[in-house]
């Protein structure tokens, strides 16, 4: 039901911005929002609290918001609010987020190496990703884990390459069992 909600509002959101010309107006007031919903729960504990009634939860938006975000986004938070959606902001501005990625053909690719990668490797493997993918740019999140022995796991979504030795090892691991000997 969540993941319904944040993609009705985060549509709405999305096709706002799309109509007024403020794609990236409104995608970077998001990425900056984000982080402080994060930081403060008690606001989206406060704005769900049943106890207050919607006009002050309106009140205390106009408060903590007026003049610090765009006028549609403000707008936008107070329609939540009216509407009791509160609750799911986070997810909102999430799904907000990602669908702009989407439309600006921004990708999210996640490296796990063996060991720690150079800037030139790093560098290299970002353009590979852009010439064999539909994207334009690309966030790299690189981790590193030890256990591969070698090579690189590459998440794009829900596409997966493992070219690491271990995965490699053991596919061989189960050809050689599936071997009968004669």
Not at 8 to 15: M, P, R, S
Not at 142 to 165: E, F, K, Q, W
């Amino acid at each position: 039901m969540a993941k319904l909600v944040s993609k009705v509002y985060g549509d709405a959101l999305f096709e706002t911005a799309l109509e007024g010309d403020k794609i990236d107006a409104l995608y970077e007031e998001a990425l900056a929002l984000v982080p402080i919903l994060k930081e403060h729960p008690e606001l989206l504990e406060l704005l769900g609290n049943p106890q207050i009634v919607k006009e002050e939860k309106s009140q205390i938006i106009h408060q903590v918001f007026d003049r610090r975000v765009a006028e549609e986004l403000m707008g936008f938070l107070a329609i939540i609010v009216e509407k009791g959606r509160q609750r799911d902001m986070l997810p909102i501005f999430e799904y907000f987020i990602q669908r702009v990625k989407e439309y600006k053909k921004i990708g999210s690719a996640y490296v796990t190496s063996a060991v720690e990668l150079t800037g030139g490797q790093k560098a290299s493997l970002e353009k590979k990703l852009l010439e064999t993918t539909p994207y334009v740019e690309f966030e790299m999140h690189y981790d590193t884990d030890p256990s591969l022995l070698g090579g690189l796991v590459i998440r794009i979504g829900d596409h997966v390459v493992d070219s690491s030795i271990k995965t490699r090892l053991y596919e061989l691991k189960k050809e050689l069992s599936a071997l009968q000997l004669a």
